[in-house]
């Protein structure tokens, strides 16, 4: 009982201290609430670009087309030969009657010109459809694919792909670096800001040590009240990004530039993991931040 009562005395007198530092802790908790800002926005950036790459990696499509001289006996052989590379997912044989059929879909002019093909006419050629397993491995398995007997190109438009890959993985690795940078620079701006609080209370810190309280009684009342600034402060980016990012989705439609590969997130449960993120971000911040300046600044 004396335990919890000890720790209610530390939560009271951390609450009054941000009441009655108030011009010192609103400047803490604007700091707070502009740095997670900045953060949510980063991790909205950083989990779409990743689920726009896991886009690319899923639809992403090899086509393998048969030379004009390969027949239905080449056909078992030349599969075998592509499963065996081991990044097959999906495999799909399409002949060119079919291909010539799906290109006449919805186009007047290609219907009217093929529908005067004939079997014999028919300049498309046979194609086996491939999903791979693992896009990083998809240049190895191109290659081994294209020395198949009987295999005449090998496409998944290579360069798009690699580009946008490539490109991706950059954004995402800055957005994660720019989180990390904010979250490192918001716990030493609170820790600047809150030593101002604790040198303008150093005479409370005084009397409080001639009267016989321990240096853990004195920390840890200042670490409950970072903890407090932590949570008000996240509390306006936690609102931005509940209606900022639910507001953005559909004004998009859930998707960027019409692209099926650059569909966003959806709102539902992300923004609410992203604001337990940002809630836990900022009450670590402002813990570290009040523990920092009371060990460093004061020698306690």
């Not at 097959?88 to 005067?116: D, H, M, P, R, Y």
């Not at 016989?212 to 990004?241: C, D, M, R, W, Y």
Request: net charge positive; proline share 2%; charged share 20%.
């Amino acid at each position: 009982m004396r335990g919890i009562r000890t720790i209610q005395r530390y939560i009271r007198d951390a609450f009054k201290s941000v009441i009655r530092n108030f011009s010192l802790s609103l400047a803490s908790i604007s700091c707070i609430a502009i740095t997670l800002v900045v953060v949510a926005f980063s991790l909205v950036i950083s989990y779409n670009v990743e689920n726009f790459t896991e886009s690319i990696r899923k639809d992403v499509t090899m086509v393998i087309f048969l030379d004009k001289t390969a027949d239905k006996s080449d056909y078992a052989r030349i599969e075998k030969a592509i499963r065996s590379t081991g990044n097959v997912e999906k495999l799909t044989f399409k002949s060119k009657q079919k291909s010539a059929e799906e290109t006449a879909k919805g186009n007047e002019v290609f219907e009217a010109i093929i529908s005067g093909w004939t079997d014999d006419t028919n300049p498309l050629l046979d194609s086996f459809e491939l999903k791979v397993k693992d896009v990083e491995q998809i240049k190895e398995t191109a290659k081994t694919i294209k020395s198949v007997d009987k295999v005449n190109t090998v496409s998944y438009g290579e360069d798009m792909v690699d580009q946008l890959i490539t490109i991706f993985d950059v954004v995402k690795k800055v957005s994660i670096g720019a989180v990390i940078a904010l979250i490192v620079v918001t716990a030493f701006l609170i820790a600047n800001t809150i030593k101002l609080a604790i040198y303008a209370r150093k005479r409370e810190i005084e009397i409080m040590r001639l009267v016989g309280a321990s240096n853990i009684s004195i920390k840890i009342p200042f670490v409950i009240e970072g903890l407090f600034l932590g949570l008000l402060g996240s509390i306006i980016p936690i609102i931005i990004t509940i209606y900022g990012y639910t507001s953005l989705y559909n004004f998009f439609h859930g998707k960027l530039f019409s692209s099926s590969l650059a569909k966003l997130i959806s709102p539902t449960p992300f923004v609410y993991l992203a604001s337990l993120l940002l809630m836990i971000i900022g009450i670590l911040v402002g813990m570290f931040g009040s523990w920092r300046a009371v060990k460093k600044y004061l020698k306690i």
